[in-house]
């Protein structure tokens, strides 16, 4: 064998065998205020993205319920570890659908990146809406005073920080036909509740 086709070789073997090293895919890290009571992906047991959709720009922030009865006693981090899976697995979806989880003692998730949309299982497009979903079914059970705190200051954080007027502060049944996010939690948005909390929290210096 020549030297110069060994080397090819060798080239070329190294270049097959080298390997491959995991995508990095860009996420936006926000820093919150100490009031916010927020876990970061990494503290819940988050898994990393294998792939991405096209990234978006936050002008909406859209509220939803997880649709499904939240006993006091569920674990809410072996319930996010279950979505992302199931989001992953038995839906086509980069991540589990929300950015942002609420569990009943007001205990903020992150979820998939702020950076992309959200998914949804109806038909209006969450490209641009910032998504924040609070864990139990307000066709069945009411939301926790935990939980509207929760939500309050999220919203106004991001609100504020994303510049979103409040006339595109909404629920998901404002933009399909869905009973989400329920109508123990869409009625403070109908009376224009949220959206006035939110407006305080705003109006502070
Ligand atoms: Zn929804």
Redo the contacts with the bound molecule.
């Keep these: 064998m020549s030297v110069r086709f060994s080397c090819l070789l060798g080239i070329l073997l190294t270049w097959s065998c080298a390997p491959t090293a995991p995508p990095i895919f860009p996420i936006t890290e926000l820093e919150y205020p100490s009031s916010l009571n927020v876990v970061r992906r990494a503290d819940w047991g988050w898994k990393a993205l294998q792939d991405t959709i096209p990234q978006h720009t936050i002008s909406r922030i859209t509220i ?2 997880s ?1 499904v009865f939240f006993p006091e006693d569920k674990d809410p981090v072996a319930y996010l570890r279950h979505l992302q899976e199931w989001s992953r697995t038995e839906r086509p979806w980069m991540d589990i659908p929300y950015h942002f989880m609420v569990d009943l003692d007001g205990v903020i998730y992150e979820a998939r990146p702020l950076n992309y949309p959200g998914d ?1 299982n ?1 038909t209006y497009d969450p490209t641009g809406h910032a998504l924040i ?1 609070l864990m139990g079914n307000f066709e069945e059970q009411s939301v926790t005073q935990a939980q509207w705190n929760s939500l309050v200051n999220l919203t106004a954080y991001l609100a504020r920080t994303y510049s979103v007027p409040l006339w595109n502060l909404k629920g ?1 049944k404002d933009y399909t036909e ?1 009973l ?2 329920g109508k123990d939690l869409y009625q403070y948005l109908e009376s224009g509740e949220l959206q006035k909390q939110v407006r305080r929290i705003l109006e502070q210096p």
Excluded: I, L, N, W
């Design positions: 939803h319920h649709g949804t109806t979903c998901h869905t989400c996010p």
